[in-house]
T-cell receptor, first 116, second 112 residues
Framework: AQSVTQLDSQVPVFEEAPVELRCNYSSSVSVYLFWYVQYPNQGLQLLLKYLSGSTLVKGINGFEAEFNKSQTSFHLRKPSVHISDTAEYFCAVNRISSGSARQLTFGSGTQLTVLP | KAGVTQTPRYLIKTRGQQVTLSCSPISGHRSVSWYQQTPGQGLQFLFEYFSETQRNKGNFPGRFSGRQFSNSRSEMNVSTLELGDSALYLC???????????FGPGTRLTVL
């Protein structure tokens, strides 16, 4: 079984400051890793994903994340945030094994609030 | 390409009733998964359908069921509604392989 821990439930940050949202996972098998964003009263939008290859992945809206296998982490970063980045962010994993069902395991979410 | 669509967007029901939610995946996607999102439990996996067959099911009671049609559209049904079933129900589709799932806007179900 997999589990995902998002270490911060709320992260307030001032506009144009950098931000890091932390995500650690636990799994006995290799996994794919995802970050999704959810704006109020909306579904989940994919920010970025790590499937294989370079451990630094770039996503939409200037976000990037780094996969660290030894620390089982997949932290999300943005060098300069905007008011419009205020939303809830979810880290998720799905195991890689062939024939596996598409069952994402989510973290509990981090509410990012960007202050003027 | 059009995204994942879910209907209706909002529903209000009373305890004991049943409800059916609909999901149309992205064209060409054959896998549809359903998730329940609540403030207390977060995002929880309900079930996944692929080529009209349920491949995996989460830890939910039998009151929650689903099906998938030959055009990959999916429905989920909740019978004998309880107050705790109030939630945002999200549908996600993917093409193949356990990689990227794309989510719809969700159906907000309120049980009174």
């Amino acid at each position: 079984a997999q589990s995902v821990t998002q270490l911060d439930s709320q992260v307030p940050v001032f506009e144009e400051a950098p931000v890091e949202l932390r995500c650690n996972y636990s799994s006995s098998v290799s996994v794919y890793l995802f970050w999704y964003v959810q704006y109020p009263n909306q579904g989940l939008q994919l920010l970025l994903k790590y499937l294989s290859g370079s451990t630094l992945v770039k996503g939409i809206n200037g976000f990037e994340a780094e996969f660290n296998k030894s620390q089982t982490s997949f932290h999300l970063r943005k060098p300069s945030v905007h008011i419009s980045d205020t939303a809830e962010y979810f880290c998720a994993v799905n195991r890689i094994s062939s024939g596996s069902a598409r069952q994402l395991t989510f973290g509990s979410g981090t509410q990012l609030t960007v202050l003027p | 390409k059009a995204g994942v669509t879910q209907t209706p967007r909002y529903l209000i029901k009373t305890r004991g009733q049943q409800v059916t939610l609909s999901c149309s995946p992205i064209s060409g996607h054959r896998s549809v998964s359903w998730y329940q999102q609540t403030p207390g439990q977060g995002l929880q996996f309900l079930f996944e359908y692929f080529s009209e067959t349920q491949r995996n099911k989460g830890n939910f009671p039998g009151r929650f069921s689903g099906r998938q049609f030959s055009n990959s559209r999916s429905e989920m049904n909740v019978s004998t509604l309880e107050l705790g079933d109030s939630a945002l129900y999200l549908c996600a589709s993917s093409f193949s392989g356990p990689d990227t799932q794309y989510f719809g806007p969700g159906t907000r179900l309120t049980v009174l």
